[in-house]
C-alpha cells in the first residue's frame, strides 16, 4: 500500500489523526481548552511541573484528552494505524510478525503497577494512573529503525522520560537506568519458548534516558496503546534501533553499572548496548546502509538509513567520545 498525504493538505500542516482517525480527534482547541482546565486542577492538586494531568483512558481505543503537540515530531507521513499494529515485535506473543496482534488481544494491561527501584529518592509501587498524572502528554511523531532493516513513522502519545525521571529524584549514583517488560506466562504464550532470556530487559544511560527525544509512550494515534505495541507503557528511542523500545514495562531501576539487556544476552556480537542507528556499522549478517519502509509495498525502493535515524543534531554530542563501531 501506498502512503498518500490527503491532497487538501498537501504537506505540513498534516495531523496523523486526519489520516486514519479524525472522527476519534477533538480539535486543537478543545485540547487547548482543556488543557488549561485540566491545568488549573493539576496546580490546585499541588503538582509540580507540567501543566497539564495525563490521563490515559481504560478502554481500547480510548482517547486521550490534551494531547499537546511537539516540536520534536518529523512531518514525513505516518504510517497506516494497520500497518503500525499489525507488524510488529513483541516476542512474549510470538516471533512472527503477526504473531502479537493475534495473540496479545486477551492481555490485561490494567490494572497496572511499575514498580522503581535503586538510586533514586521516591522508589515503591506505584498504580499506573498515579505514575503518568503528574505529566502532560504529547504527540511525537517519530521515524523508528528496526535492526533487521525496515521503518516506520508512528505518531507516538507519550511523556517525556525526563520528566518523569525528575520526579522520581534519583541521586548522584544513578548512572544508568533499567526497565523490564512483565514476565506472565498466563497472559503472554510466547514466554513458553526460550527464544529470549526473559524478561525482556533493556537499559539506557542517564543522559539518553533524560535527552528531550526520549519518551514513554502510552497512545498512539491519539488513542490508547494497543496490546500488541506494549500497553500500558513502552520506551520509544527514536535515534536507537527498535529493540531498545521495551514494551509492557513493570520495573523502571536507578543502577549503577551498565545494566544487561535481552538482545545483547543473548546474541552480543550482533547487538550492543548502545544500539544507536548507523547506516556505516552493519550487522555482521546484512548491512545497515538502507531500510524498507513499510506500507510502501515490496517493490518499492530501499531508502538509505540516517546517521542516529535523523536525529543527528539532537544526540550526536551524547557519543563524541565513544568509538561508534565498538561501542555498537
Ligand atoms: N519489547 C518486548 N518486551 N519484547 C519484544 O520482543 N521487541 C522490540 C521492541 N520492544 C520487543 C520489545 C523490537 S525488536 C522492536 S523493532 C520494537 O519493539 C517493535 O515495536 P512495535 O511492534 O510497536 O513496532
Redesign the pocket.
Known sequence: MLIRKPSKLDGSDIRPSEITSKANYMNRRQFMEAGLKAGAIAGSAGFAGSALAAVVPEERRGKIPDIVDSEFSTDEAPNSYDD?TT??????FGTGKGD?VRNAQDFEPRPWTITVEGHAAKTGTFDFDDFIKPHTVEERIYR?R???AWS?V?PWVGIPLADIIKRLEPTSKARYVAFE??NDRKQMP?LRSRV?DW??R?GLTMEEATNPLTIMAVGLYGETLPN???APL??VVPWK????????IVKISFVEKQPPT??NMSAPHEYGFYANVNPEVNHPRWSQARERRIGQGVFAPKQPTLMFNGYEEYVADLYKDLDLRRNY
Open positions: 503500525i507488524y510488529n515485535n513483541f516476542y512474549e502479537p523508528m528496526c535492526v533487521e516506520m508512528i517488560t512483565l510466547g529470549l524478561p525482556y533493556e500488541q505495541n506494549g513502552r520506551l534501533y527498535g529493540f531498545k523500545g521495551i514494551k509492557s535481552s538482545w
